[in-house]
């Protein structure tokens, strides 16, 4: 799909689970060793949850567990390798998951160039133009509560 230029690919944990909530994502590709956990914190001031997903050096830095407006620290609910949540997930979001390794050559290169998650699309996704939407105070057009 990249190289026909048909728009219908998806990389980066980010868009890629945005397109997978959409159900925009007909099959997901996940690098077997994906450095990634998938964070379900409760803010205990307002009990509402969310979800963060964040590789090792990201969960390093403790900001990402503090409510920045309450300034109270967030609760850890569960925590599980994104890749072991995808692997039991993944049918809910309609999709087919399929694995790649770094060692061959185009698994290294899916590794490196798309960190290690992406997919083909079902449809074209305008993620640059939901980002403006979000940026500029509108709803999201994704919540992270169904991760």
Sequence with gaps: ?????????????????????????EILIVWENLDCDRYELMNPSTSKTEVKLLNAEQAKDTSHFKDKEAGCDLEVQDKMPLLEWLANSYKKFGCTLEFVTNKSQEGSQFCRGFGGIGGIL???????????DEDQGGDALWSDDDF
Excluded: H, P, W
């Design 1 to 25: 799909e990249i190289s026909q230029d048909s728009g219908k690919f998806v990389f980066s944990v980010k868009d890629t689970m945005q397109c997978l909530e959409m159900g925009a994502v």
């Design 122 to 132: 079902r449809y074209q996704v305008n993620l640059a133009e939901m980002e403006v």
